[in-house]
């Protein structure tokens, strides 16, 4: 029997040969597994950043530009199906935060104005809550990428949804006080303007509306009138209006000065104008100080309500003051310019101020020299105011008001102006005293004395005639080579002084009319001519005037005269008459404001005493002051010898 040994299938172990890598091998790796520890340090070393990358928490409600622009599309439609739960959301993004709540973030704003703008054809005036949020944002004060991006947004906005424009012109308008974003406003705004030319129209509405009350402070006054000149370089179609409206504002200013002085006691009035402090302080400061300098102290109610009246009446001098300087500074700019058409407009624009402006506001008493002024530049522009004022003095159509201002516009502009010419004062005489003639041709018959509301037009230009007169004399005279002159009269010097054909006979047929203009003119102008004219041999009215002291100017009031007998009351009893005397306003009167009276210096006639009568008056006037102060010294003297 054969025994079989079992076997493992197999190889046996001594058939198992090892196979050992070759010892290259062996080293590599020992190399590579370095290679591995000093790959795994280098990873675990210290990790710095840099200080200038801004580390920000995201916020969760914080999306992407195109999740938000579609959240914002959708608010917008759901918004219209009555869906206000987004659309909410929306607007609290512009919302100012209520308190405990977070501002929302300037990623935030910023892609919810992109998605606006995206979706701007759906804010029709259902979304005006959401556009009135949006534009009363504090947008302005944001960075310049964002203010460009709003910029886009209003332009496509007022372009697709004109209803907005207004409220868009508003909110620019409102920003124009403050130094901080008026520079970025009116850029907006002269964009705008590019884009739609018709948003003129309402930008003056707006600029009209938010213009200062006449009580408000020097530096808001100064402050706007300064953007409206900017915006009228800008948007020159709108700068005759937006002149017009610095005028009409400045006018109403002058006018409630003139009112507060007048109630003031004459020894008070009569300096708050003149001593106004004069600082060097210029626009600029006020547009670089949002301080506002005019605030009340806390002693105002401690002070006398006097002195807190004319402190009032001195702020508001200034401020007028303030104004005219700018205004003669931007004029003096356009005439100054290099094209004939620039500098014609300036006085187009000024004598259209005055004829809509200036004129029908009775007793302007600063804003008129800007006319003054720019009016003297050049022999035309005289030429032409003149014209001008005389034909709306004699013009029956105007109003009786109108015409007596225009009468004392023509008789104060001759008489001051520095540069009107002698021939323009004897054209002026011929035109008024033809008129003259006429009307006391169409009057004399019918009078039955003075009478101020029947004949006022008469009655102003013979006004106009003394003033000038009194002024201008000199140029009345005849010159050696006219033909025609009045006879002879000797002179103060003993020589022949020889007057102008027509200038005694003018006076001599008006003063001396039943129409009586001595009585009815203002008392002051009427003095000083029959002064003057006495000493010049021109007529002798001294007895007309004490005879005129005896008449009573209501009794000749017709039946379509004003008479205040029927109301008379304790008070204006004493007055009776003083309504009854034609006003002895004349517009160029001397010129006081400190900062701005520099530009019309050289354009000004002041008073010149008449030669032989003031110096022997001043004289009379010194001696007699001697003896008042000898009779004193003498009475005191003996007064002190009687008490001892």
Same mark, same amino acid.
């Given at each position: 029997?054969? /025994?079989?040994?079992?076997?493992?299938?197999?190889?046996?172990?001594?058939?198992?040969?090892?196979?050992? !890598?070759?010892?290259?091998?062996?080293?590599?790796?020992?190399?590579?597994?370095?290679?591995?520890?000093?790959?795994?340090?280098?990873?675990?070393?210290? *990790?710095?950043?840099?200080?200038?990358?801004?580390?920000?928490?995201?916020?969760?409600?914080?999306?992407?530009?195109? $999740?938000?622009?579609?959240?914002?599309? &959708?608010?917008?439609?759901?918004?219209?199906?009555?869906?206000?739960?987004?659309?909410?959301?929306?607007?609290?993004?512009?919302?100012?935060?209520?308190?405990?709540?977070?501002?929302?973030?300037?990623?935030?704003? &910023?892609?919810?104005?992109?998605?606006?703008?995206?979706?701007?054809?759906?804010?029709?005036?259902?979304?005006?809550?959401?556009?009135?949020?949006?534009?009363?944002?504090?947008?302005?004060?944001?960075?310049?990428?964002?203010?460009?991006?709003?910029?886009?947004?209003?332009?496509?906005? $007022?372009?697709?949804?004109?209803?907005?424009?207004?409220?868009?012109?508003?909110?620019?308008?409102?920003?124009?006080?403050?130094?901080?974003?008026?520079?970025?406003?009116?850029?907006?705004?002269?964009?705008?303007?590019?884009?739609?030319?018709?948003?003129?129209?309402?930008?003056?509405?707006?600029? /009209?509306?938010?213009?200062?009350?006449?009580?408000?402070?020097?530096?808001?006054?100064?402050?706007?009138?300064?953007?409206?000149?900017?915006?009228?370089?800008? @948007?020159?179609?709108?700068?005759?209006?937006?002149?017009?409206?610095?005028?009409?504002?400045? $006018?109403?200013?002058?006018?409630?000065?003139?009112?507060?002085?007048?109630?003031?006691?004459?020894?008070?009035?009569?300096?708050?104008?003149?001593?106004?402090?004069?600082?060097?302080?210029?626009?600029?400061?006020?547009?670089?100080?949002?301080?506002?300098?005019?605030?009340?102290?806390?002693?105002?109610?401690?002070?006398?309500?006097?002195?807190?009246?004319?402190?009032?009446?001195?702020?508001?001098?200034?401020?007028? %003051?303030?104004?005219?300087?700018?205004?003669?500074?931007?004029?003096?700019?356009?005439?100054?310019?290099?094209?004939?058409?620039?500098?014609?407009?300036?006085?187009?624009?000024?004598?259209?101020?005055?004829?809509?402006?200036?004129?029908?506001?009775?007793?302007?008493?600063?804003?008129?020299?800007?006319?003054?002024?720019?009016?003297?530049?050049?022999?035309?522009?005289?030429?032409?105011?003149?014209?001008?004022?005389?034909?709306?003095?004699?013009?029956?159509?105007?109003?009786?008001?109108?015409?007596?201002?225009?009468?004392?516009?023509?008789?104060?502009?001759? @008489?001051?102006?520095?540069? $009107?010419?002698?021939?323009?004062?004897?054209?002026?005489?011929?035109?008024?005293?033809?008129?003259?003639?006429?009307?006391?041709?169409?009057?004399?018959?019918?009078?039955?004395?003075?009478?101020?509301?029947?004949?006022?037009?008469?009655?102003?230009?013979?006004? @106009?005639?003394?003033?000038? +007169?009194? +002024?201008?004399?000199?140029?009345?005279? @005849?010159?050696?080579?006219?033909?025609?002159?009045?006879?002879?009269?000797?002179?103060?010097?003993?020589?022949?002084?020889?007057?102008?054909?027509?200038?005694?006979?003018?006076?001599?047929?008006?003063?001396?009319?039943?129409?009586?203009?001595?009585?009815?003119?203002?008392?002051?102008?009427?003095?000083?001519?029959?002064?003057?004219?006495?000493?010049?041999? *021109?007529?002798?009215?001294?007895?007309?005037?004490?005879?005129?002291? &005896?008449?009573?100017?209501?009794?000749?009031?017709?039946?379509?005269?004003?008479?205040?007998?029927?109301?008379?009351?304790?008070?204006?009893?004493?007055?009776?008459? %003083?309504?009854?005397?034609?006003?002895?306003?004349?517009?160029?009167?001397?010129?006081?404001? !400190?900062?701005?009276?520099?530009?019309?210096?050289?354009?000004?006639?002041?008073?010149?005493?008449?030669?032989?009568?003031?110096?022997?008056?001043?004289?009379?006037?010194?001696?007699?002051?001697?003896?008042?102060?000898?009779? %004193?010294?003498?009475?005191?003297?003996?007064?002190?010898?009687?008490?001892?």
């Amino acid at each position: 029997m054969t /025994t079989t040994t079992s076997r493992p299938v197999g190889p046996t172990p001594s058939q198992i040969t090892t196979k050992l !890598p070759p010892s290259s091998t062996l080293v590599r790796k020992r190399e590579d597994d370095n290679d591995l520890e000093s790959s795994s340090l280098t990873k675990h070393h210290r *990790v710095t950043f840099d200080s200038d990358v801004e580390v920000r928490i995201v916020e969760k409600w914080e999306k992407s530009a195109a $999740v938000i622009q579609d959240a914002v599309r &959708r608010a917008l439609q759901s918004h219209t199906t009555g869906d206000d739960s987004g659309y909410e959301k929306v607007k609290a993004i512009y919302a100012p935060p209520e308190e405990g709540q977070e501002h929302a973030s300037h990623i935030a704003i &910023r892609n919810h104005t992109a998605a606006l703008l995206s979706n701007v054809c759906m804010l029709n005036k259902d979304c005006a809550d959401l556009v009135h949020s949006v534009l009363s944002s504090d947008w302005l004060g944001r960075s310049d990428d964002y203010v460009h991006l709003f910029v886009q947004f209003l332009a496509n906005l $007022v372009s697709a949804q004109g209803l907005f424009l207004a409220d868009a012109l508003r909110v620019l308008v409102e920003n124009l006080t403050t130094s901080k974003t008026a520079l970025r406003a009116h850029r907006t705004l002269q964009f705008l303007l590019q884009v739609v030319p018709s948003a003129c129209r309402i930008l003056l509405s707006s600029l /009209t509306t938010h213009f200062p009350h006449h009580n408000d402070s020097r530096r808001a006054h100064v402050v706007y009138v300064h953007n409206l000149l900017q915006i009228a370089e800008y @948007a020159p179609v709108l700068q005759t209006d937006i002149l017009a409206l610095i005028t009409e504002r400045l $006018v109403k200013i002058d006018l409630q000065v003139q009112e507060d002085l007048e109630d003031l006691a004459e020894d008070v009035e009569d300096g708050v104008v003149q001593h106004v402090p004069q600082t060097r302080l210029d626009s600029a400061t006020f547009l670089d100080d949002d301080q506002d300098s005019d605030e009340e102290s806390d002693t105002d109610e401690e002070m006398d309500e006097d002195v807190l009246r004319t402190r009032d009446i001195t702020k508001s001098v200034e401020k007028m %003051d303030r104004i005219l300087d700018m205004l003669f500074t931007y004029y003096d700019q356009k005439a100054s310019a290099t094209s004939l058409d620039s500098r014609r407009s300036v006085v187009d624009v000024l004598m259209g101020q005055f004829q809509t402006i200036i004129l029908p506001s009775h007793r302007s008493r600063h804003t008129q020299f800007l006319l003054f002024h720019f009016i003297q530049q050049s022999f035309p522009h005289i030429d032409a105011f003149v014209a001008t004022c005389a034909q709306i003095s004699f013009d029956k159509r105007r109003p009786a008001m109108v015409r007596q201002a225009a009468a004392a516009y023509l008789a104060s502009f001759v @008489a001051r102006g520095v540069h $009107v010419s002698s021939e323009i004062v004897v054209e002026v005489w011929d035109y008024i005293s033809t008129e003259l003639k006429r009307l006391h041709r169409e009057s004399e018959a019918g009078c039955r004395g003075p009478d101020l509301q029947r004949y006022s037009t008469y009655y102003s230009l013979v006004q @106009a005639l003394l003033y000038i +007169f009194c +002024f201008r004399w000199r140029d009345l005279e @005849a010159r050696s080579d006219d033909d025609e002159v009045d006879n002879d009269l000797p002179s103060i010097y003993g020589e022949e002084r020889q007057w102008r054909a027509g200038v005694k006979d003018t006076f001599q047929l008006n003063i001396f009319s039943k129409l009586n203009p001595l009585k009815v003119c203002s008392p002051a102008i009427v003095t000083e001519f029959a002064r003057i004219a006495h000493h010049l041999h *021109v007529i002798y009215v001294y007895h007309l005037l004490e005879t005129n002291k &005896r008449v009573r100017l209501s009794q000749h009031s017709g039946p379509s005269g004003y008479t205040r007998l029927n109301r008379e009351t304790a008070l204006t009893a004493r007055k009776d008459e %003083d309504h009854q005397h034609l006003d002895e306003y004349f517009p160029f009167d001397p010129y006081y404001l !400190p900062k701005s009276k520099r530009w019309i210096e050289g354009d000004y006639r002041e008073w010149v005493g008449i030669p032989g009568l003031d110096d022997q008056e001043a004289s009379e006037s010194e001696s007699g002051e001697e003896e008042a102060g000898d009779g %004193d010294v003498e009475e005191a003297t003996g007064t002190e010898k009687s008490d001892e």
